[in-house]
């Protein structure tokens, strides 16, 4: 093999490549985000009503948050059968839901349809366990910025995905369904053997090459938002959309050249230090150092004394050490975590704000549709959400890492203010006036996309690293919880009441259509006033975390886990 040859194999088997790939996968990874442009067809196609219709977007949002499978079995497997579990469950869900759209099966019960949205949005789990805890662990101290990178792709996923199927399909909202079942799938099979863990480094400009990575990133954002605005004014051709797609997929590859970079200079220092001669030289130690000697000696037995009572706890049952609790920052068993009162803060917060976030996601299209919007300007407003929930969660990454490294600001205070963002929001569709779901639609994808990283970087930091495949799934649990409450049993009901009153006004009931459609800006009011009202709550929970983690992000909160994985 030439050396050509082994620089292609140093690329592929490094720590940037492994990150490239890692983007694609997760761009690929949102397509519980289109379920607002394609959850018409399903409506129309299955003649569901709305409560029906929100009842399969809770099932979606349960599946894209029941993510304990997937990490338990990252905990046992290599990742690349993670990520070959999640392909299969991908391609099953959204292959079986297209058939049953395009008439292709017998009409489904509601409950397979549950079942088949349910597995399709599980796969993003395997995507999200296999390649963003992988490169978490394999950049621990830019864990923030890693993660608003990785969740910022997947928000952009939704405005990729809906450009891809355009030139490919044209406009044909059943196809998008088929769209994601294949292609997610594929991503994850083609780099499924270079996403593994590695030992982790500390590379002097490792958070500059991560800028590198924004910067393209935000380039793609922009650009698809343009494309986005234009689409409003401008009737593109199938051949515009394959130009305009051509273009999206320069972008996603644009950060495998930062990637090739970086593995050059690695390759080129590793390759100058085999070819220093070794020192044999000796140096004679000044008296002065041996106290110096001595207290390294003490300090290195201390370390040791440590660990082995670290691991002396390890081997008592779980059930045994789950009041035994560790200091913040070190690694808590599963138990331990789940059942601390940091974790606890976490769910409640977590079930009112992304609750709510989901439940005005999901009902995008039905808003539109309410306040009398086309149908071209409604795919606007669920593309608006997906570019700017990327915006959200690369600001909250970027920002809040730097903010907790400068100024010492305890992580979780960034997840306060976004929340009592989310509130405005939700006001503007209670109390819509001409263009304000434009404005609503940004701050609901933006406050949406924010509160992930926050919510994956917040875990890690507390609860350590060992067991984050699994906790990191634990903690978005209360999301699909708060989606079930608030979206089916509180927004849905309320919406085909209001529906059910017009009907009647017009003389008419409920037979008599075949779907239940709600115009007008009551349909959504009182539910989105609620909505509010609970996100404000979730916001005032997340300050009790701030004031009980303020101590700890006043300090190096990094300095444990160098020591203990020998990180210079």
């Known amino acids: 093999m030439g050396e050509l040859g082994r620089f292609a194999v140093h690329v592929v088997n490094g720590r940037w490549f492994s990150v490239f790939a890692s983007f694609l996968i997760m761009a690929g990874a949102g397509a519980t985000y289109l379920f607002g442009t394609y959850s018409k067809d399903i409506k129309a196609t299955l003649g569901y009503d709305q409560t029906t219709l929100n009842l399969l977007g809770f099932f979606k949002d349960l599946g894209a948050n029941i993510g304990v499978p997937?990490?338990?079995?990252?905990?046992?497997?290599?990742?690349?059968?993670?990520?070959?579990?999640?392909?299969?469950?991908?391609?099953?869900?959204?292959?079986?839901?297209?058939?049953?759209?395009?008439?292709?099966?017998?009409?489904?019960?509601?409950w397979q349809m549950c079942l088949y949205i349910c597995i399709g949005a599980n796969s993003q789990n395997f995507a999200n366990t296999g390649a963003l805890v992988t490169c978490v662990k394999n950049f621990p101290e830019s864990r923030g910025v890693m993660l608003g990178l990785l969740k910022g792709f997947v928000g952009l996923s939704g405005?990729?995905?809906?450009?891809?199927?355009?030139?490919?399909?044209?406009?044909?909202s059943k196809s998008l369904i088929l769209l994601i079942a294949w292609l997610p799938a594929a991503l994850s099979v083609v780099f499924v053997y270079t996403i593994r863990e590695r030992k982790p480094e500390r590379q002097p400009n490792e958070l500059r090459v991560f800028f590198h990575f924004l910067y393209v990133s935000i380039a793609l954002a922009l650009f698809l938002m343009t494309l986005n605005i234009l689409e409003k004014v401008v009737t593109f051709s199938k051949g515009a959309y394959a130009a305009c797609s051509t273009a999206v997929c320069i972008f996603l590859f644009l950060p495998l050249l930062i990637a090739v970079r970086e593995?050059?200079?690695?390759?080129?220092?590793?390759?100058?230090?085999?070819?220093?001669?070794?020192?044999?030289?000796?140096?004679?130690?000044?008296?002065?150092?041996?106290?110096?000697?001595?207290?390294?000696v003490i300090k290195s037995l201390e370390i040791s004394k440590g660990q082995g009572e670290?691991?002396?706890?390890?081997?008592?049952?779980?059930?045994?050490?789950?009041?035994?609790?560790?200091?913040?920052?070190?690694?808590?068993?599963?138990?331990?975590?789940?059942?601390?009162?940091?974790?606890l803060i976490l769910?409640?917060?977590?079930?009112?704000?992304?609750g709510a976030s989901l439940t005005a996601v999901d009902n995008l299209g039905q808003i539109g549709e309410s306040l009398g919007y086309p149908k071209k300007t409604i795919k606007s407003f669920v593309s608006l959400v997906s570019i700017w929930n990327y915006f959200g969660r690369v600001f909250s990454?970027?920002?809040?890492?730097?903010?907790?490294?400068?100024?010492?600001?305890?992580?979780?205070?960034?997840?306060?203010?976004?929340?009592?963002?989310?509130?405005i929001g939700h006001l503007l569709i209670a109390f819509p006036f001409p263009g304000s779901v434009y404005v609503a639609s940004v701050i609901m994808g933006f406050s949406f996309g924010a509160q992930l990283p926050l919510l994956f970087a917040i875990i890690s930091e507390l609860f350590g690293l060992k067991y984050y495949s699994t906790l990191f799934n634990c903690g978005q649990l209360a999301s699909p919880l708060g989606s079930y409450i608030l979206n089916v049993k509180l927004t849905g009901m309320l919406y085909d009441r209001e529906a059910l009153k017009e009907l009647a006004k017009k003389g008419l009931d409920r037979s008599s259509v075949k779907e239940l459609i709600c115009i007008g800006v009551g349909c959504y009011r009182i539910p989105f006033v609620i909505l509010s009202a609970v996100t404000f709550f979730g916001a005032l929970v997340s300050l009790i975390l701030v004031l009980r983690t303020r101590k700890f992000y006043s300090g190096d909160i990094y300095k444990k886990f160098r020591e203990i994985h020998g990180v210079s």
Do not use: H
Request: proline residues 5%; contains cysteine; glycine residues 6%.
């Open 159 to 172: 405005a990729i995905l809906t450009q891809l199927y355009l030139a490919i399909y044209g406009d044909d």
């Open 347 to 354: 769910f409640a917060a977590t079930l009112c704000g992304l």
């Open 310 to 343: 670290k691991a002396a706890a390890d081997e008592k049952s779980c059930f045994l050490t789950i009041w035994d609790k560790p200091e913040r920052g070190e690694d808590y068993t599963i138990l331990q975590a789940l059942l601390s009162m940091d974790m």
């Open 263 to 296: 593995e050059w200079v690695q390759w080129n220092i590793k390759k100058q230090e085999a070819m220093k001669p070794p020192a044999e030289v000796t140096i004679e130690k000044p008296e002065e150092t041996a106290q110096e000697e001595k207290e390294e």
């Open 397 to 423: 990454g970027f920002v809040s890492e730097s903010l907790m490294v400068k100024y010492k600001m305890p992580r979780p205070l960034m997840l306060t203010f976004v929340l009592v963002l989310a509130c």
């Open 70 to 110: 997937s990490g338990l079995l990252a905990e046992v497997t290599p990742t690349w059968f993670v990520l070959l579990t999640g392909s299969a469950l991908n391609f099953v869900g959204y292959f079986m839901i297209w058939l049953a759209v395009t008439g292709k099966i017998a009409k489904p019960k509601v």
